[in-house]
């Protein structure tokens, strides 16, 4: 006879289901749950906030297809990992939260910790449950994996009574559930690929539309074939950027506006038309563009834009259906039409005035300074994680990416706070990998930064090689210079006259990092800056932090009208 706890049975069947990375906070009454996942193979990664722990799951899941775990405690713990979840789900990623709860012999006796928590994840997750004894545990765990992949994939969440967690079974007792298979993938109906491929070969002004799903989809290989062979121009979505190079010569992403309202197809992979498209509607887009949507959730067809066709099914097949349709007759949108030219040209103009402003010798830099000369010495293999409002709205458009999921940003939620989560998942996976790795670089305005600050105290105890870039302007959105700061100070009560966007001036960020036993740097010229990222790039033992002291009102190269557009606007395509 061989007994095995609750918290073993919950280890075993993640571990199971290829569940191979928990990120957690442990406390009362889960700590088991996490020694016995390590006793199972899974790597524990232990967090300084659930949010982060969620935040770091999901990237996993994301990035690897299989979803991560996410282990918390119950009521509060619960509660600062439901952000994550929100994030995960609004972002389709698939992630596993468990969270330990009262004994059940307690329950609305007002117990420690006592929240209603399966009722409170059910908004933010596919599937909330708690299993009803120990026997069940292995085929809860394996809905939760599934669900959290297939169809469109989303949060889940484990309840697990406390009580339960050291509660014995006898092993001949549970049904073995094995491991479940990746989603079945689905392809287009095909009479609606022959229509897609009739509208677009008819189309003046085409355009193909990379989104996050495709970056998921893992379609790049297709893509690639079907972008050179078709001829069409493609523009990608914050995420969606570089499942084709930003380099790739059918890029307009420098174009993006123009290609938005001019275009008259749009071929949508994977991108849902909501804010970050503009809602595919005027005055950003035609009124009267055709939309070929694809997307595997039958659901979101239609939403805001009728599409003229709808393509049903997974991106890499439904792509791979569209290029024989496109190849059969040997078809292909020429390079020298009116609309190329007009968006070449279009590109040409904006890359001046980027250059121009990148160019300028000014101490404190602007925006346009940091990113292009970070962007000359990132390596081109790095995943670059970008959050702030201008930090990521600049950072987009200078900062490249060429190679599919090596961007992760704050996404369809606009979430601050995720970098630092976000990159000790990469970096975990990439040790985990083998070798050093890709380099893993998080690019942060100083008010993102603050969001997650602590766990750099994760990166330093896990000695993730993370660079850290705080793009430092003072403040949300700007900020104000330290003479500013102080006068205001003296002038009176800093709680009824410090503009509610600053944050203290010239703050030291890079010491945080150092007082973990990172490196950190203090930066505010070109030449501070490219020496200390090079050092950064080379050190492979411990994270850096790289403090950018910039112009606290540099802003984006249009004024803006106000902050309430910034702020709408921060993380677009
Ligand atoms: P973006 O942030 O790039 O605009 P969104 O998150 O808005 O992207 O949209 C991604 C879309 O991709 C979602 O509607 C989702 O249902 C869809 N999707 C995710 N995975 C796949 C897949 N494998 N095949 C087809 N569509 C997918
Ligand atoms: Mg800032």
Redesign the pocket.
Known sequence: MEELTGAQLIAESLKTQNVEYMFGIVGVPIIEVAMAAQAAGIKYVGMRNEQAACYAASAVGYLTGRPGACLVVSGPGLIHALGGMANAN???WPVIVIGGSSDRNQETAGAFQEFPQVEACRLFSKFSVRPSSLEVIPSVVEKAVRASMYG??GACYIDIAGDMVNAKVDRSQIRVVSCCPD?P?SLADHGAVAEAVSVLKTAKRPLV???????????ETALREFVETSGLPFL?????KGVLPDDHPHCVAAARSRALLQADVILL??????W??HFGLPPRFDPNVKIIQ????AE?MGNNVRPAVALL??????VTQLLQGICKDGWKYGSGTEWWSLLRNKIAANAKISKTLALQSTVPMNYYTVFHHVSQLLPHDCIIISEGANTMDIGRTMLNNYLPRHRLDA??FGTMGVGLGFAIAAATLERSNGEKGRRIVCVEGDSAFGFSGMEVETMCRYNLPVVIIVVNNNGIYSGVDPETWREMAKMGDLTSIAPPVTLLPEARYDEVMAAFGGKGYLVRTVEELRSALELSLTDWQRPSLLNVLIDPSSDRKQQLSGLRSSRRDSAR?
């Open positions: 609004m972002n389709c469109r994939p989603p993938v539309i990379i989104g996050k799903g495709a970056a998921y989809s893992r379609a990608p979505t914050p995420m969606g992979l994977g991108a849902r038309l909501n970050i498209l694809v997307d595997l959730c979101e099914g997974d991106i890499n097949a439904v996404g369809t395509a």
